[in-house]
């Protein structure tokens, strides 16, 4: 079953991100403080491993499994898009203290009001493709 | 075991973190959760009111294969992998929070006034989730990403949309932290 290994990575994932307490809002609220390093330290960490993976890679010319580089995707050009949408996101956020990772693992974890903010994401979600040609990127 | 029940230091779960981009770049793919929700709209028919979602939806099934397992992975560590080890919060927090009228903080993953069943009867509670469920929604697509998109993988690819992005994602968080939230409780 192909689609077995991706079930895997999402287990994987949800198990680190709550042992980790990323997914917790009172950590979020206290990073956005700045009264722990915890989270700088989860988010730090992760980004050297990953800048090392991915310079690594380079050199020995890693494929992946379709043969081709391993190599992350490329964001489009823009500067607005990402100042203004990324503080949306922010708010958003630091508001209900998880991203879209951690609001399914919450649900996973028995949160179930995480239904409310996941139906609300998608129509948020929705609203962005409905307005996105009146907006400035 | 005690190892694997308490919390994990942050030292071993940011390279963790990294190892599943590195594993789902190398299956050619890429680690971007919001992106499962452009998936689930343009699955549920909004390809029809907008080009936005008009893509092969189906294409995507292994990320939302992988927001399952996530689902699974969160069941699996409340019911087996903790112990009751509350967050080890800074006291400024913990002091903090009670005088905004948080109960117990720590105590639990996330607030009971905000997130418990009991507060869904509040207008408040419910509106505050709606509300911040729109913003993750609506900016994580604007912005292109979300933490796992541009703050693990576009900053691990040194790049710049992505330095932009993750900026804005503190410019909006300090301000509901520092500003908003105190406002609101």
Known sequence: ?137 | MEIILNPWPWYISGPLIAFVMAILLYFGKTFGMSSSLKTMCSALGADKFSDFFKFNWKEQKWNLTVVFGAIIGGFITTEYLSNDVATDLNKTTIAELQEMGFANPGSTLVPNELFSLDSLISIKAILLLIIGGLLVGFGTRYASGCTSGHAITGLSSLQKQSLIAVIGFFVGGLVMTNFILPLIF
């Open chain 1, 1 to 137: 079953m192909k689609y077995l290994k991706y079930l895997l990575v999402g287990i994987f994932f949800g198990i680190i991100l709550v042992k980790s307490e990323a997914v917790s809002w009172f950590r979020i609220y206290e990073m956005f403080r700045f009264q722990s390093f915890h989270m700088y330290g989860i988010i730090g960490t992760a980004v050297i491993s990953g800048i090392l993976f991915l310079q690594i890679s380079k050199r020995i010319a890693l494929k992946n499994v379709r043969g081709t580089q391993l190599d992350a995707p490329k964001k489009e050009k823009g500067f607005i898009r990402y100042l203004i949408g990324g503080a949306i996101f922010g708010l958003g956020w630091a508001l209900i203290g998880a991203c879209p990772g951690p609001m399914y693992i919450l649900l996973g974890t028995g949160v179930y009001s995480m239904i409310i903010v996941i139906i609300a994401a998608l129509l948020g979600t929705f609203l962005y493709g409905v307005i996105k040609s009146k907006l400035p990127h």
